[in-house]
């Protein structure tokens, strides 16, 4: 092999290994080598070691570039690599032997895997309960029947007709279903609005609830 590249880690810069047989410079004593890298200046030639019947020299080039080169022996013959990466011609009806140095590719940045999140389930804040006993007719034992039927707050007690409020106090037992619960869901409307004045006026009015 005539040319051997080894880049940098990041690929920028490459380390090219020129190297010459000393059978093709038919008993030359200098070698040196010219190209694009020193503007073909033959006065600034770059020296080949002689080792083991070879001439060789380390360059240390800029990689995404393509470089023609020739080699120079004793001052005064040209010629070229065996087997360089290209050959092109020039302008003195020879050619250049070219070294290609490709350019570094950037690497695809790695996807970031995110977890997915289990969607998060909405949690309807439930309405605090409101002390039902405050509506007149209603006491501690009816209010707790109304909670487990689901009326916890006077907007809901407002809400729930007079028919629904009978079957309640009398699935509860004769002891329930002598109350009569006509007031109620109007006193509670009045609750949940906050008009307390007109709902105890309300009050004063009834008895027992009615």
């Known amino acids: 092999m005539s040319l051997t590249k080894k880049f940098s880690k990041d690929k920028s810069k490459c ?8 059978e093709a ?6 070698v040196e080598l010219v190209g694009e890298f020193n503007n073909w200046n033959t006065a600034e030639g770059i020296a080949l070691v002689a080792k083991k019947g070879e001439y060789k020299t380390v360059l240390k080039l800029e990689a995404g570039k393509r470089y023609e080169y020739r080699y120079l022996v ?23 032997s070219v070294v290609e140095l490709p350019a570094p ?70 002891r329930f279903k ?14 949940a609005k906050g008009n307390w004045d007109k709902l105890k006026k309300l009050q004063d009015e009834l008895n027992g609830g009615v």
């Open 25 to 30: 410079i038919q008993g030359g004593k200098k």
């Open 105 to 174: 590719v950037a690497k695809k940045a790695a996807k970031k895997v995110t977890a997915k999140k289990s969607p998060t389930k909405k949690t309807t804040a439930k309405p605090s309960a409101d002390k039902l006993t405050k509506i007149e007719g209603i006491g501690p034992k009816i209010a707790s029947l109304l909670n487990d039927a689901g009326i916890v707050t006077f907007a809901d007690l407002g809400a729930t007709k007079v028919g629904v409020l009978r079957n309640i106090l009398a699935e509860a037992g004769n």
């Open 15 to 22: 380390d090219v290994t020129f190297t010459l047989p000393k």
């Open 74 to 96: 004793d001052g005064h013959m040209w010629t070229n690599d065996a087997t360089p990466d290209a050959f092109v011609s020039n302008p003195f009806g020879t050619v250049n």
């Open 178 to 191: 002598m109350h009569n619960p006509s007031t109620w869901a109007k006193q509670a409307k009045l609750a």
